[in-house]
T-cell receptor, first 113, second 115 residues
Framework: DTGVSQDPRHKITKRGQNVTFRCDPI?????LYWYRQTLGQGPEFLTY????????KSRLLSDRFSAERPKGSFSTLEIQRTEQGDSAMYLC???????????FGSGTRLTVV | AQTVTQSQPEMSVQEAETVTLSCTYD???????LFWYKQPPSRQMILVIR??????QNATENRFSVNFQKAAKSFSLKISDSQLGDAAMYFC????????????FGTGTRLQVFP
């Protein structure tokens, strides 16, 4: 098992374009989380899934953001009509049964120009 | 709402010495978990140590240990025998044991280790 994978590592997009990020969790992990991290700040929660069910969404997640986890495996996070304020590192993490702490991916750095 | 505060934006330590990073939190819950995560310059967050609030015994993981003071809502991380590889951002995080699985992070402390 290679851990949590995120793709792409970096994304530069023009304002107004749509972007989609992918996260592949550790295969036996049923919970998957998305966080956003801006420079000099701690990660902020966006949303999380247990299997394919989206259990919680942050108020930070405007209607331009949508996340899916079809079949309870990989997940995608889409941002529509990107704005400069969306520039950040988007982190994915997964966790198995119990509360042992997340395993994070390396993140996708989004730059909106 | 729960909050996590890390009041030390930066700390430094000499190799082989001991350093303590501070964290306080605010919650009305009695059952929760606390974590310290390390984020090296490569930016992948790594779990350092975990503490369950119902356990009085402080968690330890090799050179890393915590001082958990539940009444004071304080959760500090002690790094003993500091190594150059300990240089990173360190984040304290809170997690409810009942209502949600999400983590609430502090703003982090950047640790520098000097040879």
């Amino acid at each position: 098992d290679t851990g949590v994978s995120q793709d792409p590592r970096h994304k530069i997009t023009k304002r107004g374009q749509n972007v989609t990020f992918r996260c592949d969790p550790i295969s036996e992990h049923n919970r998957l989380y998305w966080y956003r991290q801006t420079l000099g700040q701690g990660p902020e929660f966006l949303t999380y899934f247990q299997n394919e069910a989206q259990l919680e969404k942050s108020r930070l997640l405007s209607d331009r953001f949508s996340a899916e986890r079809p079949k309870g495996s990989f997940s995608t996070l889409e941002i529509q009509r990107t704005e400069q304020g969306d520039s950040a590192m988007y982190l994915c993490a997964s966790e198995g049964e119990g509360v042992y702490g997340y395993t994070f991916g390396s993140g996708t750095r989004l730059t909106v120009v | 709402a729960q909050t996590v505060t890390q009041s030390q934006p930066e700390m430094s330590v000499q190799e082989a010495e001991t350093v303590t990073l501070s964290c306080t939190y605010d919650t009305s819950e009695s059952d929760y978990y606390l974590f310290w995560y390390k984020q090296p310059p490569s930016r992948q967050m790594i779990l350092v140590i975990r503490q369950e609030a119902y356990k009085q015994q402080n968690a330890t993981e090799n050179r890393f240990s915590v001082n958990f003071q539940k009444a004071a809502k304080s959760f500090s991380l002690k790094i003993s025998d500091s190594q150059l590889g300990d240089a990173a951002m360190y984040f304290c995080a809170y997690r409810s044991a009942i209502w949600t699985d999400k983590l609430i992070f502090g703003t982090g402390t950047r640790l520098q280790v000097f040879p």
